[in-house]
């Protein structure tokens, strides 16, 4: 089991950049694959990105890519998401999850433990 708590959340003009980390309890997170996910009110949970276990695999959603960057550090229990050129649509509660799937993956439902997010606000 895992606990995950975000941080790095805030509020940055369009253009700026943020980065957010995932903190992880337990002495297993180096066997979880990591994904971030991302809800804005009103809106279903989005995708964002995710990273195999050993962090040498990457995946990102198509409105992310080139403009933020998932990585983790297996020795902190961390991982991370640099977000860059940030526009207003990325202001949404991001929230990261670990899962015990043998690959990575976009769907929300394959993911095991959740983290209780962290809001990020991208002013116009």
């Known amino acids: 089991q895992v606990q995950l708590v975000e941080s790095g959340g805030g509020l940055v003009q369009a253009g700026g950049s943020l980065r957010l980390s995932c903190a992880a309890s337990?002495?297993?997170?180096?066997?979880?694959?990591m994904g971030w996910f991302r809800q804005a009110p009103g809106k279903e949970r989005e995708f964002v990105a995710a990273v195999s276990s050993s962090g040498a695999t990457t995946s990102y959603a198509d409105s992310v890519k080139g403009r933020f960057t998932i990585s983790r550090d297996n020795e902190k229990k961390t991982m991370y998401l640099q977000m860059n050129s940030l526009k207003p649509e990325d202001t949404a509660v991001y929230s990261c999850a670990a899962s015990t799937l043998a690959i990575i993956t976009s769907q929300y439902y394959r993911y095991d433990y959740w983290g209780q997010g962290t809001q990020v606000t991208v002013s116009s």
């Open positions: 337990g002495r297993t997170f180096s066997r979880y694959n």
